[in-house]
């Protein structure tokens, strides 16, 4: 584990209850652990914003497997950004609805740039893109 630093930090007491609030509905055990967690949060997020940020997440699609050519155009806007695409799973939800989940790592704009993609496919109901930063924070015994 890297070295630990210890920190006051002057806070609203107003801000303080519902901050503690929130990280007891979270499941948190100690505000410390919830305070390294929202910085690691934030510090990915700035992160993964830098366009030439190397990123690992994934693409979530819901579709229609029946709407006209969409599997068959989202698998060859797979087969193009293969080298940003580590594994696909998909889900058969029911008769007509799928779930894919397309895990991908590369640079953020580029990932990005896929997901816009495939999300604004038509026949696409609903896509997400989860982006997070495997260099941003690593203990340094890690
Ligand atoms: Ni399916």
Do not use: W
């Not at 210890?6 to 055990?29: C, H, P, T």
């Not at 779930?99 to 953020?108: F, I, N, R």
């Amino acid at each position: 584990m890297s070295d630990l630093s210890r920190i006051g930090v002057a806070i609203d007491s107003d801000l303080l209850v519902q901050f503690d609030r929130f990280i007891n509905s979270q499941g948190y055990e100690n505000r410390s652990e919830a305070f390294r967690d929202l910085i690691r949060d934030r510090l990915v997020s700035a992160a993964v914003e830098s366009p030439d940020a190397p990123v690992v997440g994934t693409i979530t699609l819901i579709y229609n497997h029946h709407s006209r050519l969409l599997p068959d155009k989202l698998m060859e806007l797979q087969h193009e950004h293969h080298d940003l695409i580590i594994a696909t799973t998909h889900a058969h939800l029911d008769h007509e609805t799928c779930l894919e989940v397309v895990v991908v790592k590369g640079k953020s704009n580029r990932v990005r740039a896929l997901a816009d993609l495939m999300i604004s496919t038509k026949g696409v109901h609903h896509g997400r893109v989860v982006m997070s930063s495997p260099t941003t924070y690593h203990p340094k015994s890690e």
